[in-house]
């Protein structure tokens, strides 16, 4: 192979197979960093990028396999995109090709150079006829209140100034941050540039697609997220790379779009947990999006009612700017947050009831004046365990540690870990006992329940059973907006995001188990939910009765209680913050958990055990901690055995350094030879976790 050029080039491998930075491949010519490429590997055919050699040149080369196919109709992607990659596969210590393809879309990997030119000359096409429809009218754009008004003009300075940073949008449901982002959208538009706009939850996509195509009519608006056609996530990520997509709104894989023209990064509902990937590469898309717009050097804009306490603490120590729009808007008036205490109730015998009579009687008030209510409980099925008094049977999974939920419309006990669904016993399993009872209460039963408590209203239930067919969950929020609802039952899922315009009443049936989980983030997580559930009711100012929103509750005293009666965010963050501190928990310390999964928990924890063992030759010590190994809250799914182990630094470099020189040492614990069933089946690194 006389006169060719030695390649870098970086190719999905499975994980931890040692082949972490790019291979070398042969080429008649030299390409450009970004190409893509396809190259064998092993008996297969794959698609490659062409990397950056850090360091060295290219030399010639003599006996590497050839790149099949240069795939140049594709213009190569950008510096800036390829040095994000390689920020995340760093930052979350993961393989550089695995980020690097996997974020590509499917359909890019799989065609070849041929048929890729293909597809851009179809979306020129495309774009050619759009170009001659006649333009609509753009919808007016509100007066700005002047809070909005002061956030844009502050987000404009910003804009101009040679170091955008990242701002925080600390705002109430309500009170028009979407305006805010649109404003800035507008900005940078205005400078010809792109903007990417992340949201957490594709149910969330349609409609602000919907306000920014509105807005900005014969822009080219797209969405990005895995709900899309393959074709069509495909064209609208060439739409992104080739700079004719003006604005891309998309979820936390967007945050990898390639955008030439990138001007403006919108992080909407920033706390949202949604934005951490929990598999394979579990990268944060907000805390990407924060590189990504300071490498970038574009404005970054974090929104939320609720931020999460990371970024809170930024704007405390006036690394990010805080901006803040303190009232709804056209001055609806916040909620009244009533918190009813269970513990007053008069004592029932039996199932106590579903709600509290007080709050029956406010429901009952407010379908009397044609309003509607909206009663949340985290919980799906009927029950979440089956019981038989005889012989204290329960309705265990055999595979996992955890009890399987009786689900009473189609007669299933179903295990929501494993997916194991079985048809409900007609007798105790145990000792044949006719008389098995629910214990406790999901959505079904709590729809059941208010059926009785409200003879004659329109209930209707909304959770992840409900609206499992596609366009489910569309046809019964069009049924709530139409006013065919008295009350709203269901989960989170309906609590966050929608826009509804005639609920004047929200409650939330029993929260309280937040309050006390060893997950020291859910008082967080509870705070933002209440807050966000508070935010459905009272939506319309013209709305003749005040909004009210009620917490049925045993501890009526808590301080998060407190806070939300107030609804006052900086209070709640306040104290979590100084909790946060004094236990040396985030953000004031760095996590990563080290899970292992195996067919029996010694060889999880022996693996967690010598991992352990190794870790002072990575550095771990004083800087950096690593704790014992325990099991997840959950320790067996389908048969898996989970342990973590968590490893903790007050200094995110060192907690990185350790990390960097540690997974090497894990990769070759491995190869170690065991007999069949103490092997482990998967480790992986979580870094920034979650949930611990
Ligand atoms: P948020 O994103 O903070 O929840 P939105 O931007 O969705 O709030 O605004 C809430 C409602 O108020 C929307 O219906 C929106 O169209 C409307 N709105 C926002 N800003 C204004 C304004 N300046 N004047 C009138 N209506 C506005
Ligand atoms: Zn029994
Ligand atoms: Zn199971």
């Not at 040492?665 to 482990?680: G, I, T, V, Y």
Request: net charge positive.
């Amino acid at each position: 192979m006389e006169g060719a050029f030695c390649l870098p080039v970086v190719v999905e491998t499975p994980r931890h197979a040692g082949l972490d930075s790019a291979l070398s491949y042969a080429s008649q010519r030299l390409l450009a960093p970004g190409t893509l490429v396809r190259v064998p590997l092993g008996k297969r055919e794959v698609a490659g990028l062409v990397w950056h050699q850090a360091g060295s040149d290219v030399s010639a080369a003599t006996e590497l396999r050839e790149i099949t196919e240069v795939c140049d109709a594709l213009p190569p992607l950008p510096r800036a995109w390829c040095e994000l990659v390689a920020f995340a596969a760093g930052y979350y210590q993961r393989g550089l090709g695995e980020i690097a393809l996997s974020v590509l879309p499917a359909e890019l990997r799989r065609l070849g150079n041929a048929a890729i030119a293909n597809r851009l000359r179809r979306l020129e096409r495309r774009l050619q006829r759009a170009d001659a429809a006649t333009p609509v009218a753009a919808a007016a754009p509100p007066a700005l209140s002047p809070a909005q008004a002061e956030a844009g003009e502050r987000i404009a300075e910003a804009m101009a100034a040679g170091e955008p940073g990242t701002v925080l949008l600390h705002g109430v449901t309500g009170s028009g941050k979407t305006e805010v982002y649109l404003r800035a959208a507008e900005q940078a538009l205005a400078l010809g540039r792109q903007a990417l706009v992340l949201v957490p939850e594709i149910n969330l996509t349609p409609q602000l697609v919907a306000r920014f195509v509105a807005r900005f009519p014969g822009r080219a608006v797209v969405d990005l997220h895995s709900g899309l056609t393959p074709a069509a996530r495909l064209r609208h990520w060439l739409m992104a790379h080739m700079g004719k997509a003006d604005i891309v709104l998309g979820t936390r894989l967007a945050v990898f779009a390639p955008l030439p023209r990138l001007g403006l990064i919108v992080v909407d509902e920033e706390h949202d947990p949604s934005y951490k990937q929990q598999e394979g590469a579990r990268y944060s898309a907000r805390d990407l999006a924060v590189w990504r717009g300071r490498h970038e050097n574009v404005l970054v804009l974090l929104g939320s009612a609720t931020p999460s306490l990371e970024t809170w603490l930024n704007a405390d120590a006036g690394r990010y700017r805080r901006l803040e729009l303190p009232e709804r808007i056209g001055g609806a008036a916040w909620p009244e947050v009533r918190l009813l205490d269970l513990g007053k109730l008069p004592k029932t015998r039996g199932t106590p009831a579903a709600l509290a009579p007080p709050l029956v009687a406010a429901i009952e008030a407010r379908i009397a004046r044609g309003e509607q209510s909206l009663v949340f409980l985290n919980r799906r099925g009927y029950a979440p365990v089956l019981h038989c008094g005889e012989c204290s049977w329960k309705s265990g999974c055999p595979h996992c540690s955890a009890w399987r939920v009786f689900h009473k419309q189609d007669r299933t006990l179903r295990c929501h870990h494993c997916g194991l669904a079985d048809a409900v016993p007609r007798r105790c399993p145990d000792c044949g006992n006719p008389d098995i009872a629910p214990i406790g209460r999901g959505t079904e039963r709590l729809e059941e329940q208010m059926q009785a408590l409200l003879p004659g209203a329109r209930i209707a239930r909304i959770d992840a059973d409900s609206t499992r067919r596609k366009g489910a969950l569309e046809a019964q929020l069009g049924a709530v907006h139409a006013g065919e609802v008295d009350v709203l039952v269901g989960t989170q899922l309906i609590a966050k995001g929608h826009d509804y315009r005639r609920i004047g009443l929200v409650a939330a049936v029993n929260p309280d188990s937040s309050l006390f989980s060893s997950d020291f983030r859910a008082p967080e997580r509870l705070f933002a939910l209440l807050m966000q559930a508070a935010g459905r009711a009272g939506r319309d100012a013209a709305q003749a009765s005040p909004s009210e929103m009620w917490v049925q509750t045993w501890h009526p005293a808590h301080p998060l209680y407190a806070a939300l009666r107030q609804h006052d965010f900086a209070a709640f963050a306040a104290t979590q913050l100084k909790e946060r501190a004094s236990a040396g928990l985030p953000p004031y310390s760095h996590l990563a958990v080290l899970r292992a999964e195996a067919k029996t928990v010694a060889a999880a924890r022996g693996f967690l055990v010598a991992a352990a063992e190794v870790a002072p030759a990575a550095g771990a010590g004083t800087e950096v901690m690593v704790y014992a190994p325990v099991p997840l809250g959950i320790a067996r799914v389908a048969d898996v055995e989970r342990m973590q182990m968590l490893v903790e630094s007050p200094s995110r470099q060192a907690l990185q350094a350790m990390l960097r020189a540690w997974l090497p040492l894990l990769a070759s614990l491995r190869q170690e030879r065991h007999a069949p069933e103490q092997r482990l089946l998967r480790w992986a690194v979580d870094v920034d976790p979650l949930t611990i």
